[in-house]
């Protein structure tokens, strides 16, 4: 049987349909669709993070060594350079891109993907009604899955970084700690890094859709340009970089301590992490928070912006949008 003819009887009339049909972008699902969120992810997270290494390698050290990393973050840049030179600030940069890579994948793709199964189980309305707690659990999912790829290679980060003498990069870094200290060693930070990235993560997308809602709301930016939109996004991505740093702050302080160095013998995870906070305290907790207020809004400003514009650029656009 042949299939049923398209035209509507009308040359003009076939010829304009035909026009808007070519003009209209093909709506993508599964792999096809999930696969350039993670990549457009995976892009915004690896570049934006590697861009800031310089800023990390300074937080780090505040945060490790407040006693001589006294002088906030410009200070910091100062001390680090005058100490070990120029280089110095892009310690550990090999698995601060790699490991963000993955975990970009992992967080910006699931966010989507979770986001897409809750409107599904919940139905439309539903989820646009309780959209706050789709976000939430969205975002948590996504980020336990990419915390999973992350904690290796930000365990070798911290350790290059703490250590300048360690080694000398990734892939010796990564090798000597699976040497002489087991598998075992990468994911002792596992806990911390949950505990930082998920509430980072939450707090996030929630603030980001937050912020996206009223600006769209407030300047009607899905009908202007494309570089209306993206500055929309950076600056909802700074306000919501705030606050996720704010919330994750503690926990990040504590990575840094946990993979500073191996625990003793017979010391388990938690034990370690229960002394490291008696030893912080609330004040020490928030070591190095105005160097990571800079970092992490920039970064995530970046983030939000260069996500929604390679979406667009791979033609992404078949995803289910919740928000009113």
Known sequence: ?????SSTGSTKLDAIKQNVQAATPEKLSGIALYSRFALAGAVCCSVTHGALTPVDVVKTRIQLDPATYNRGMIGGFRQVIAKEGAGALLTGFGPTAAGYFLQ?????GGYEFFKQQSIGILGYETAANNRTAVYLVSSGLAEFFAD???CPLEATRIRLVSEPTFASGLVSGFGKIAKTEGIGAFYSGFGPIL???VPYTMSKFVVFEKVSEIVASAF????KSSSVQTVANLGSGLIAGFAAAIVSQPADTMLSKINKTK????EGTTSRLIKIAKELGLRGSFGGLPARLFMVGTLTAGQFAIYGDLKKAMGAVGGVEISK
Do not use: C, E, V, Y
């Open 1 to 5: 049987m042949s299939a049923p003819s």
């Open 104 to 108: 970009g994948a992992f967080k910006f």
């Open 148 to 150: 999973i790829a992350l």
């Open 195 to 197: 505990f930082k990235q």
């Open 220 to 223: 009607d930016t899905k009908n």
């Open 263 to 266: 625990g003793l013998p017979g």
